[in-house]
């Protein structure tokens, strides 16, 4: 991807307000942001649909263009990356979402399209109870599944426990952001965010200098829910970001789990109501957790190896299915859009494909439109 392409994304999402949706409109139906910028004076006739208002807006890109600028300059000498959808590393759980950021910033070593991606999300006033699930949670999932990537926002409570967890359990883990990668809030979690830049990192849709406004927490909950296969809340008042989070997931068709709470515990209302209302389903431990998600464990994957079991045996598979089984060896559970990618499939004729996989036993549909290959 260009620097100039970049260039104009970052101004892009400064022009529409970061209203994601209007960006990502934009994007797709041109192709590139780049070209957006290009027909930004007659833009009502390059795209259907577009209301005077926005009309008006893609005229006067000048402050846009100024900022967009110092973000790159600033980018350059932190080391900062930049991802679009066009990019391989961008979050490809998000970019499935219909409101998916047009521009992520990223500092950190962890790649985000781990085999499995999980958000531990809860209340900023947890319990000695809402801490020890946590911990307890982090550690049995770590013996079960080695290579998961932890999700949080950073924040006080059961995000801050989820990060502290991950990492000294040997986890990657990613705080997702309300602010620029300027800024670290709370400033007592900076120690915790540099060890994290290292062993994970920070993604935020903002640029620097961003003010730090209340609404951008609630955006940010929906790139916490949107790059994960499943959102965890640990513990939650009757009402408080982390059922945010779980809202939003839900809208994505992502897996939601809560943990129980004792009957009139303010700190476990939310999830208690949560697995009432079938708005997440109970888990107890992270046994339960992996067996609802129909993830492979270490101790599945092991016994496979001692077995001989070869996933390129599978019989009577046509040349377009074994690229399915092949891609989905060489990185297992894959989303939709992920192997159309790497298969160069079209979705609708991979979508057939699947379908006759799952009838051969070969494949397994899970939460959030992932496929798992069976051993």
């Known amino acids: 991807m260009s620097d100039d392409e970049v260039f104009y994304a970052m101004a892009l999402s400064r022009m529409t307000g970061f209203n994601s949706q209007t960006a990502l409109h934009l994007y797709h139906e041109l192709g590139s942001a780049s070209r957006v910028y290009a027909e930004r004076t007659r833009i009502a006739d390059a795209v259907d649909g577009c209301s005077p208002r926005l009309v008006e807006s893609m005229q006067d890109w000048d402050e846009a263009l100024m900022r967009a600028e110092a973000e790159m300059d600033y980018i350059s000498r932190h ?43 809860g209340t900023r006033r947890c319990t000695t109870y809402g801490q ?72 935020t849709e903002y640029m620097s200098a961003s003010t730090v406004d209340k609404s951008n927490f609630v955006r940010r909950n929906r790139i916490v829910a949107g790059m994960s296969d499943a959102t965890i809340v640990v513990e939650s008042a009757a009402k408080g970001g982390g059922l945010i989070t779980a809202s939003i997931a839900q809208s994505y068709d992502r897996a939601v789990f809560a943990f129980p709470g004792a009957v009139g515990a303010k700190a476990s209302e939310g999830c208690n109501n949560l697995i009432r209302d079938n708005g997440a389903a109970l888990i107890s431990t992270a046994t339960d957790f992996v067996q609802a998600m129909g993830w492979q464990t270490l101790a599945e ?74 051993n």
């Not at 990356?81 to 990223?106: C, H, Q």
């Not at 986890?171 to 007592?188: C, F, K, Q």
């Open 79 to 121: 080391g900062i990356k930049v991802l679009t959808p066009a990019a391989e590393e961008y979050p490809a759980r998000l970019r499935e979402t219909p409101d998916a950021p047009l521009v992520v910033y990223y500092l950190g070593t962890a790649d985000l399209n781990q085999q499995y991606v999980v958000a531990i999300v």
């Open 132 to 203: 020890d699930l946590t911990r307890r949670f982090i550690a049995e999932l770590k013996e079960m599944c080695p290579q998961v990537l932890i999700v949080s926002g950073l924040a006080y409570g059961i995000d801050i426990c989820a990060h502290h967890n991950a990492l000294e359990r040997g986890y990657e883990t990613v705080g997702v952001m309300a602010h620029g990668l300027d800024t670290i809030y709370p400033r007592s979690h900076r120690d915790t965010a540099a060890k994290m830049v290292g062993h994970g990192g920070l993604l």
């Open 301 to 374: 994957l092991q016994h496979a190896k001692a077995t001989g079991i070869e996933r390129t045996l599978f019989p009577d598979l046509t040349a377009e299915e074994r690229l399915i089984v092949d891609a989905l060896t060489a990185v297992n559970d894959q989303q939709l859009n992920t192997l159309s990618v790497k298969t160069n499939t079209p979705i609708g004729q991979l979508t057939a494909l699947l379908f006759q996989l799952e009838m051969k036993g070969v494949v397994k549909a899970l939460a959030g439109g992932t496929y798992h290959l069976m």
